[in-house]
């Protein structure tokens, strides 16, 4: 995938690495995420043959993944649309059939009986797993490094292959997690931009990344190389 953001060179990204968009610039971090979040023209997606792409169909926008990722809201359709597709059809028979007997076994409680009311057995698997409330874990969901790695897992599963884009992660992460998440996502096809404000140049912090600085004078750090 090619990012192309005037003036600066073309950002080409590619599967298994972590593109870093650094800058010291409010101007270039505000065009950026609001490009990219809300499919603006200052910022364009082009394909492998330079052929522009809509940024809402490319890419797919995660941001700050403490203050915006809701792993549950994100993802449980797709795990259940998964799970439909993947799931034997003997194994699906078993799951139904548990679920029309737990049914009627709660018919059978005294209160209910002497009431005009009926129940309706999941008959789908998308019924049964909402029942049995399929969600991410707490410890997953609140802590930083646990839930960025349960996001790339997750996508890994699910065969993502939009641009994966996220904001501010190394506020959250230490330089040994930050190791330790790309190169979970270095054993994925994923393609990943991460976009950051920092007043100084960072490349050690993200030096397994193809890392770009702009400053606060438009400076690109591809230039200087």
């Known amino acids: 995938m090619n990012l192309a953001y005037y003036p600066f060179q073309l950002i080409t990204t590619k599967p298994s690495e972590v593109t870093v968009i650094d800058t010291a610039s409010p101007k270039v971090l505000t065009d950026l995420i609001e490009a990219l979040r809300n499919d603006l023209d200052k910022v364009v997606l082009s394909n492998d043959q330079l052929e522009p792409q809509e940024i809402r169909k ?61 129940v309706e057995p999941g008959g789908k698997l998308e019924q049964i797993m909402k029942y049995c409330n399929v969600h991410f874990d707490e410890a997953v969901t609140t802590e930083s490094t646990s839930k960025i790695e349960a996001l790339i897992q997750t996508l890994t599963k699910l065969g993502e292959k939009k641009l994966v884009i996220l904001t ?19 054993d994925t096809e994923l393609q990943v931009i991460l976009i950051e404000f920092s007043k100084v140049n960072r490349k050690k912090y993200f030096e397994k990344c193809q890392y770009i600085y702009i400053d606060e004078d438009f400076v690109d750090s591809r230039e200087l190389d």
Do not use: C
């Open 58 to 118: 490319a890419s797919l926008w995660i941001g700050d993944p403490m203050l915006e990722l809701d792993l549950d809201k994100l993802f449980q359709r797709l795990i259940y649309k998964r799970m439909e597709l993947l799931i034997e059809n003997q194994r699906l028979v078993e799951l139904i059939d548990q679920s029309q007997h737990m049914a009627m076994d709660l018919l059978q409680d005294p209160f209910l009986s002497d009431l005009p009311v009926t």
């Open 168 to 186: 501010n992660v190394s506020h959250y992460l230490s330089a040994r997690d930050f190791f330790a998440v790309t190169e979970q996502i270095g």
